[in-house]
């Protein structure tokens, strides 16, 4: 009997984890690259990654791993035998979890994708299980950044330096890529390009069932305050629109019935706003004098007030535009990295932090 009522609590004990675990695995929204750079999570199957630095060096993000509960290293993304991980050389065999100089991360098809500067520009393909990496695209320009959908990854380059004046040269451009992920021989298809402006594409984006790009650009080469568009178009690049002028942040949030984004006005200040399935404007959430960031599941928007002034705030909205709640945020805090059900989370140094913006809701 007591054999029988033991067994039966670790049955019970099992299907209770078994539950937790499930309700766990619900994915968050991810920025996968623009303003994040090596700071990006990404998430298969409720299992978090990112890059993380070495014990020497917590400040460089060059190391793959695994995230536990808590946001903390569970374990670096090798399986090599042998591997001294942190400790093994860099140049001649690495460490299957390193990557030289990172900008991007996100997962597709049970993969990770990273941009990476290992010897040239491109991006690489993670094993979650440790195995060795792949590069699938190397690129003798900068990739500003990157998206892999459907068997296609689609890159952006920009032939020079946007941030040295010296470097800028109008007449190159900037352009979408794409190729078929497993194809390296092939041909790139061009899926948009603009000439005769100095600027790059800041984010690349599926939602739904189009392509939606953020480029930043500059009015003349030498302006000093670059503008932002947002645009859609299908996955092959026809059909290509104005989605909102001066608008973009480097990340539009999915929400029911259209986007959250920000918009830069014309006396500098910044607003958040939801647009409809348009592109029309349906109501203004936020305004402030700081680039704002905004995050969406379907019913919920977070806006982060943004890094530079302070008091720096993050606000709850509801898809309608409702105000439903706020709460104060450590100015240090890095930019929003993504959401969850729950939670929303930042870097502070080398910790990951979350905040509950369920309890800020009445």
Not at 5 to 20: E, I, Q, S
Not at 50 to 74: C, H, M, T, W
Not at 171 to 189: I, Q, S, T
Request: one cysteine or more.
């Amino acid at each position: 009997m007591k054999k029988r009522m033991a067994c039966l609590v670790l049955l019970t004990a099992l299907l209770l984890l078994a539950g937790c675990a499930k309700a766990a695995s619900k994915e968050g929204v991810w920025v996968a690259h623009g303003y994040l750079r090596d700071q990006c999570i990404a998430e298969i199957d409720g299992v978090r990654y990112a890059f993380i630095g070495s014990e020497e060096n917590p400040e460089q993000r060059v190391y793959l791993a695994q995230l536990d509960q808590n946001g903390e290293k569970k374990r670096l993304v090798c399986s090599k035998e042998g591997c001294a991980h942190e400790q093994q050389g860099r140049l001649a065999d690495p460490c299957h979890a390193y990557s030289a100089v990172t900008g991007g991360l996100m997962a597709a098809d049970g993969k990770l994708y990273a941009g990476s500067h290992n010897g040239e520009m491109g991006v690489v393909e993670f094993d979650p299980e440790g195995g060795p990496p792949r590069a699938v695209l190397t690129a003798p320009q900068r990739i500003s950044c990157f998206l892999v959908q459907d068997g296609w990854i689609y890159y952006a380059q920009q032939d020079q330096t946007f941030a040295e004046p010296a470097l800028r040269a109008p007449e190159n451009g900037y352009r979408m890529l794409r190729r078929r992920l497993n194809d390296d021989g092939a041909e790139p298809e061009k899926v948009y390009e603009r000439g005769g402006v100095v600027g790059y594409i800041a984010c690349a984006q599926c939602i739904g069932d189009k392509l939606v790009l953020t480029e930043v650009y500059l009015e003349d080469e030498d302006a000093q305050d670059a503008s932002m568009n947002l645009l859609r178009m299908n996955l092959d690049g026809s059909g290509g629109e104005l989605l909102a002028a001066s608008a973009g942040g480097h990340f539009a949030a999915q929400v029911e019935s259209g986007l959250a984004i920000t918009r830069k006005n014309e006396d500098g200040s910044w607003t958040a706003e939801l647009l409809d399935t348009a592109g029309a404007k349906k109501a203004e959430l936020d305004r402030s004098q700081d680039r704002m960031m905004v995050c969406g599941q379907m019913n919920t928007v977070l806006v982060d007030s943004g890094a530079q002034l302070a008091p720096r705030t993050l606000r709850v909205y509801s898809a309608a535009g409702e105000k439903l709640g706020e709460c104060a945020l450590e100015k240090q805090y890095s930019p929003l990295l993504g959401m969850d059900e729950r939670y929303a989370y930042y870097w502070d140094g080398g910790k990951l932090i979350s905040v509950d913006w369920k309890k800020l809701i009445p």
